[in-house]
């Protein structure tokens, strides 16, 4: 008898029974999408390195991804990936983390390798909380929100728009979704993957457990219900006021463009120093 | 010949390093010795303390540290005070006469040299006041053979300066 | 090695560049760092010979970053170097312990200077001994060569790799101001008489669910990325095909002592001493340059007539406990020698009280390796 397979099932680790996701999580969607990505590209799980932090969404590719993959210390996955890039310039490097880590604990690696435009792809999965230690604030939660680590309501104010931070880096490609968009997301997966380039995807990712239960925002479908609500083309956001504006989710991708590349700049480089190329750098010097 | 110890002390900017690497590299390269250079500064690039130590022997050296003088070298008023104490009795002081004023006579010779004043008048440049120093230096104690010195320097400066250096240096053999 | 790699010469080289010249011999191809006093003329070297050979050197936004390129430059197949001083070590600290957990060869060279804190950057001390080998959280093995001239700069940091890649273990070269910045004749031998290491890895097309890349005390093959491995590298607790366990505490227990057992079950081949006691009385054990002011006293009290010896430490981690032991077993008096307030001190002392008197001498200013007039000092003192 045929067993019925999952068609992604061949890219997970074959050793992991299941997830570690709480019911309802967005990770399982993220995943997803980013398999989807792959799948659509006709890419194999081998032609990649994933690089993750610490957090409940560095666990998409750890365990799961069939691949090689790189669990890292907090807040510097983006760091180890400079290496692995480097060192394997032909393979597809793809860090999946968390707010908390790429923004917070993280935040200058996530500045400095958008500013250099290092080929990779960088999967920021915004829930707004820190879930995986019990629903802490983050440079992302909203102001006022209680959190366990703010009993009276959160006193900061907060990052509204981390794409907008990894642009003025700047980044070839970035994007923000929501986990109510799952083709969207898969679409721009694919497209960051193929970018010669830095490229950023930010997705709000519901965290019903922890951050949903703390906003009153309720359980799962009630908070991609929230997104669906919130969210707004780039496009029809450019029409409205920022009054208008607020509580929005701005959604699309916001830069798409080609500038050069570290990987190839370095290569370019190597290639003048060792004699290969005619040097050309130094000739204006005196 | 033993253990020479030689401590160079100035400011940053004057070549007091390049100094001590000129006479390790003389000494270790091309005159058959054994020589240990080591150095210290303050952060600052220029106008900080700068200072050099230079051991030259014919024998294997262990202990690394200048820790009594046979020879100082003091290019700034200022080395006077942090070095004039690590001279050994009847060492050789040498130094710059246009910068430095303060010293008085002890147990040591002192060896004085125009050096700043000559390198810029000779040749508009007070930056090789340093080799003029040396030139000097090498005259009065044959502690180097002239030649491994002017290897040394075609060896150490850039190119540029070379002559300029090689002048100097030469320039001072003439003085002691 | 390559030739275009092995600058085969005689020099008059300062020490960092002698450390660069070493990297370059043992194949380094990957070098990441942040400008740092003493150490920075390592970082300028290798970031103008290293494109020369088809590496490079990264100038990253900080000393985290710049261990954590490493060891991912490491995963990739490549051999890999950081170089700091004591502030670059400190924010290193976590990662390091990573590369230790997940069996990364790397080497990290610190040209410790005065500290704590900020302290006084171009002063030399050896200030950071014990932090190499405790400085991140946990249990743990480090190996650590330090170096007292040019010509060690170079050699110690071919050993260096070697180890690093025989072991995959992270590896330190503790020098300092002193050593880093001291320029002494350093002789680059041909490229054929540099051994140099390459890690193991699991025979290409293996299975990767049959791949043992990790905790065999016998060091397991590196399933590096790239190959088909599919590693699951993971700094969690894990097992032998890097499966993640963070419930059972015999898999911890397996973590931790597999891990430390690597480096100790090796320790005979690893440690690296030099021995000068036959028939001492007193022996006066150092490492670095402060070995070679020892040197020199011992000599000087052996004209005198006192039976004098020396034992240098040249790896000072894993702790050579047993070197010690053999030592004073054979001398009444041991006398250790550092440039800091006594960091290796109690580890010399807890292996050698038992057979012999053991005393300490710091130096007169902490940053200047004791006089050996003052070490005779001592050694007049304690031979009455």
Redo the contacts between chains.
Sequence with gaps: MNELVHPYHCFI???VTHTTFCPGCGDGTVAQSILRAIDGLGMD??DF?F?SGIGCAAWIP??FF????????HG?PI??????????P??KVMVVSGDGDLVAIGG??LI?NARRNIEMTVICVNNGIYGMTGGQAAPTTPMGVKTTTTPYGTFENFFEDISGLVIAAGASFVARWTTAHPRQLTNSIKKAIQKKGFAFIEVLSQCPVQFGRKMGTGNAVQMLEDYKKRSISIKEAKKLSPEELRDRIVVGEFVDLDKPEMVEE?TR??R????EVQEVVDAGRG | MGRTEILIGGVGGQGVVLSGILLGTAASLYDGKQAVQTQSYSSELRGGSARAEVIISEDRITDPEVRRADILILMAEDAVGRYLNKIKPKGLLVIDADLVKGVTSGDYDILAIPATSIADKEMNNIIVANLIILGALIKKTKLLSVESMEKAIEASVPKKAKDLNLKAFRRGLELS | MDEKRVHTGRYFMMGNVACAEGALAAGCEFAAGYPITPATEIANHLAEKLPRVGGAFFQMEDEISSIAAVIGASWAGKKAMTVTSGPGISLMLENIGFAIGVETPCVIVNVQRGAPTTGMPTIGIQGDMVQAKHGSHGDYEIIALCPSSPQEMFDHTVIAFNYAERYRTPVFLLSDAFVGHMREEVVIPEAEKIETVYRNIPEPGTDPLKVKGFLDEDVAPMPIFGKGFKAHVTSSCHDEYGKRNLIDISALDKFVRRLSNKILKHKEEITLVERDYEDAEIVLVSYGGVSRAAAAAASQARKRGIPVGTLRLITVWPFPGEEIEKMARKTKQVIVLENNLGQVYPYIKAEAAHFAEVSFLPPKLVGEIQDPEDILKKIEEVSK
Aim: glycine share 8%; hydrophobic share 40%.
């Design positions: 680790r074959p050793t799980m081998d390195v690089v750890s365990p069939n691949a090689d993959v790189l669990h890292t210390t510097r760091a180890f990936a400079f290496g692995i890039k480097m060192g394997l032909d393979k200058n690696h400095q370095v480089m190597i003048r120093a060792s004699g």
